[in-house]
């Protein structure tokens, strides 16, 4: 591929964070340049709950178009997050987007949740594209995993490795015949038949101790490591060095794009690593963003909504404390304080916001009151038994409502509060409210400064003594 516009990119480049001091300019007409994202798990888009939020793959797309003189595309594995039926749709639209688009990328890697889809299925998705799989065999015909891609960029040859590390914890699952070669035997099976001279790039799905074990064991060494550590939510500011080897960070969620010119040197690989935010990535129809890419999310979403994917997934798991969802309004009679604190929080309110959400094509324009994501943060118990399944079927869990932070309350209720909940969020309150309220909904949640938003208690005299339970 001929570059575009060296001066750009140079300058780029001399403004990131280069690891390195400057490389003699003999070197830089050798540098590859690779555009590396993270694990995506599921997050095509931004939910548009906060202001502010980065990534999407239509964002990405329209970036990749802008700076067109990339030679290599590189996506992480996990492109979900879980294994359930939207999962699976959500796995296909983003392969459409990756590889049948204006930037077709040349190498994908495999996690684990990858290998928790059904098997048969993700094997189905990605047929035809280059999946990079050294460290797993499998003897299935349909296995679309290949050791190694390799390409040639401007007479330098750059091999692409992938390592899964270990199988997913509930492997080796029904008739997916996986199996983990350890990384040594895996690695020389990769860099079969490899020049010397070949630039060899080895992407990690692991943690990032695991990660800097596997630099000090492999032989030759690789000249970029790309750890996909989904403890990084952000790439890391700047790529490591161990024994020699760069280690780049490329984070998770596809917010960020790690931006990397490698070339090998006499003294070793050295890399260039710019971050390219990706900003002003709305869910809206007019927000920016590659126009192709949106079209095809929207049919993801239509597609959603017209094979209700939403009543599909409800009611699938037993609830987490064996009892079963009543309904806010059955708590009223005995917390009429509580009750009236909640009504008035913007938690008795979550489902209308989705409405209002979809009804404003301004903001939205899509069937977000079909899709399950975000249907599952703004109501009661989705995806457990007796749990929301649709605003007509349970309007009583249409909010975020008392059992969502309590769990199900029937048993609590019959029983006139001896069999207890339990579950108060109490002692270290933010987990309770974190599970939604997380760095991308809720970017500036301090637990101190909501909780008195929303602060409520036992009745005066509610509690009982130890041993003075309310007679059967
Ligand atoms: C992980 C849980 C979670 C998911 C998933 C989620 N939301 Fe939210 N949403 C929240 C929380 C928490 C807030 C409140 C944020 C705050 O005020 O700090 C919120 C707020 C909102 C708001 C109000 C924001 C405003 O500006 O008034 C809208 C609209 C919304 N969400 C729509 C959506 C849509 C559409 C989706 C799916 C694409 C979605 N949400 C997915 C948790 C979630
Ligand atoms: C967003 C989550 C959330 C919602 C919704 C919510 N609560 Fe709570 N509730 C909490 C947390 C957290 C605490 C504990 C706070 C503390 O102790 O500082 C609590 C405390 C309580 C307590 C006191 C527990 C005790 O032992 O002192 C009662 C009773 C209660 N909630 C009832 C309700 C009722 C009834 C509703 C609905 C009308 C409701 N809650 C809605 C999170 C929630
Ligand atoms: C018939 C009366 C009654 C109803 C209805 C009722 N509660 Fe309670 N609740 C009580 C009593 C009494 C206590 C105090 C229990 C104790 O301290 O022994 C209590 C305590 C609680 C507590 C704190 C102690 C615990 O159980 O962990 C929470 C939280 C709570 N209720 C939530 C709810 C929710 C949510 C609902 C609706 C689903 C609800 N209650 C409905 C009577 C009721
Ligand atoms: C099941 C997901 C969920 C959980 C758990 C949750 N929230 Fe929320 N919260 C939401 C959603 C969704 C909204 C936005 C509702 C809307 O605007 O319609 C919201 C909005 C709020 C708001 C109003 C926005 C503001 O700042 O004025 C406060 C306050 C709040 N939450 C506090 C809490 C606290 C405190 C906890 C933990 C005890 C908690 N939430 C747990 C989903 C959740």
Same mark, same amino acid.
């Given at each position: 591929?001929?570059?575009?516009?060296?001066? &750009?990119?140079? &300058?780029?480049?001399?403004?990131?964070?280069?690891?390195?001091?400057?490389?003699?300019?003999?070197?830089?007409?050798?540098?590859?340049?690779?555009?590396?994202?993270?694990?995506?798990?599921?997050?095509?888009?931004?939910? $548009?709950?906060?202001?502010?939020?980065?990534?999407?793959?239509?964002?990405?797309?329209?970036?990749?178009? /802008?700076?067109?003189?990339?030679?290599?595309?590189?996506? $992480?594995?996990?492109?979900?997050?879980?294994?359930?039926?939207?999962?699976?749709?959500?796995?296909? +639209?983003? &392969?459409?987007?990756? =590889?049948?688009?204006?930037?077709?990328?040349?190498?994908?890697?495999?996690?684990?949740?990858?290998?928790?889809?059904?098997?048969? %299925?993700?094997?189905? !998705?990605?047929?035809?594209?280059?999946?990079?799989?050294?460290?797993?065999?499998?003897?299935?015909?349909?296995?679309?995993?290949?050791?190694?891609?390799?390409?040639?960029?401007?007479?330098?040859?750059?091999?692409?490795?992938?390592? +899964?590390?270990?199988?997913?914890?509930?492997?080796?699952?029904?008739?997916?015949?996986?199996?983990?070669?350890?990384?040594? @035997?895996?690695?020389?099976?990769?860099?079969?038949?490899?020049?010397?001279?070949?630039?060899?790039?080895?992407?990690?799905?692991?943690?990032?101790?695991? +990660?800097?074990?596997?630099?000090?064991?492999?032989?030759?060494?690789?000249?970029?490591?790309?750890?996909?550590?989904?403890?990084?939510?952000?790439?890391?500011?700047?790529?490591?060095?161990?024994?020699?080897?760069?280690?780049?960070?490329?984070?998770?969620?596809?917010?960020?794009?790690?931006?990397?010119?490698?070339?090998?040197?006499? @003294?070793?690989?050295?890399?260039? *690593?710019?971050?390219?935010? !990706?900003?002003?990535?709305?869910?809206?129809?007019?927000?920016?963003?590659?126009?192709?890419?949106?079209?095809?999310?929207?049919?993801?979403? /239509? *597609?959603?909504?017209?094979?209700?994917?939403?009543?599909?997934?409800?009611? *699938?798991?037993?609830?987490?404390?064996?009892?079963?969802?009543?309904?806010?309004?059955?708590? %009223?009679?005995?917390?009429?304080?509580?009750?009236?604190?909640?009504?008035?929080?913007?938690?008795?309110?979550?489902?209308?916001?989705? %409405?209002?959400?979809?009804?404003?094509?301004?903001?939205?324009?899509?069937?977000? +009151?079909?899709?399950?994501?975000?249907?599952?943060?703004?109501?009661?118990?989705?995806? /457990?038994?007796?749990?929301?399944?649709?605003?007509?079927?349970?309007?009583?869990?249409?909010?975020?409502?008392?059992?969502?932070?309590?769990?199900?309350?029937?048993?609590?209720?019959?029983?006139?509060?001896?069999?207890?909940?339990?579950?108060? $969020?109490?002692?270290?309150?933010?987990?309770?409210?974190?599970?939604?309220?997380?760095?991308?909904?809720?970017?500036? =949640?301090?637990?101190?400064?909501?909780?008195?938003?929303? @602060?409520?208690?036992?009745?005066?005299? *509610?509690?009982?003594?130890?041993?003075?339970?309310?007679?059967?």
């Amino acid at each position: 591929m001929i570059r575009t516009c060296l001066p &750009l990119w140079f &300058l780029l480049a001399a403004c990131g964070r280069p690891a390195d001091p400057p490389a003699a300019p003999a070197a830089i007409a050798d540098r590859i340049r690779l555009v590396v994202s993270g694990s995506l798990l599921g997050r095509l888009e931004p939910c $548009g709950c906060a202001g502010g939020q980065l990534g999407g793959l239509a964002r990405r797309l329209q970036h990749l178009g /802008e700076q067109r003189s990339h030679d290599l595309l590189v996506e $992480g594995g996990d492109l979900v997050a879980g294994a359930t039926e939207l999962d699976l749709r959500k796995a296909y +639209t983003a &392969l459409a987007v990756l =590889f049948d688009m204006q930037h077709p990328y040349d190498a994908l890697g495999v996690g684990r949740n990858d290998l928790a889809l059904p098997f048969a %299925e993700w094997c189905a !998705l990605l047929q035809g594209r280059p999946v990079v799989a050294t460290d797993l065999r499998c003897a299935e015909p349909g296995w679309p995993g290949v050791p190694f891609v390799e390409k040639d960029v401007r007479g330098t040859k750059v091999r692409i490795l992938s390592f +899964t590390v270990r199988l997913p914890a509930d492997a080796p699952r029904d008739g997916a015949p996986v199996r983990i070669v350890p990384p040594v @035997e895996a690695y020389a099976l990769g860099l079969r038949g490899a020049d010397p001279a070949t630039l060899r790039v080895l992407l990690v799905h692991d943690g990032d101790l695991r +990660t800097r074990e596997l630099v000090t064991v492999l032989q030759p060494k690789p000249d970029l490591v790309l750890c996909f550590d989904h403890g990084y939510t952000d790439p890391g500011p700047r790529p490591e060095r161990l024994d020699g080897v760069p280690i780049a960070f490329p984070g998770t969620r596809g917010r960020m794009l790690l931006d990397l010119t490698l070339a090998r040197l006499p @003294e070793g690989p050295r890399l260039g *690593q710019e971050i390219v935010p !990706l900003v002003g990535s709305r869910t809206l129809p007019g927000g920016g963003g590659d126009p192709d890419v949106k079209q095809m999310l929207l049919s993801h979403r /239509e *597609q959603v909504r017209a094979d209700s994917v939403l009543a599909a997934m409800a009611e *699938q798991r037993p609830t987490a404390n064996g009892s079963t969802y009543t309904g806010s309004r059955a708590c %009223e009679s005995c917390h009429p304080t509580a009750y009236a604190a909640w009504q008035k929080s913007r938690h008795a309110q979550a489902w209308q916001t989705l %409405e209002r959400a979809e009804a404003e094509p301004k903001r939205y324009g899509w069937p977000v +009151t079909a899709y399950p994501d975000c249907v599952g943060c703004h109501v009661v118990g989705y995806g /457990e038994r007796s749990g929301f399944v649709g605003p007509a079927a349970t309007p009583h869990l249409a909010a975020v409502g008392c059992e969502t932070c309590h769990g199900a309350g029937l048993a609590h209720v019959e029983s006139d509060g001896e069999v207890r909940l339990g579950k108060v $969020g109490a002692g270290t309150p933010s987990p309770a409210c974190v599970a939604c309220h997380d760095a991308e909904q809720s970017p500036d =949640f301090v637990y101190g400064d909501r909780w008195p938003k929303i @602060e409520h208690a036992l009745e005066p005299g *509610q509690r009982r003594a130890p041993g003075q339970g309310a007679p059967k």
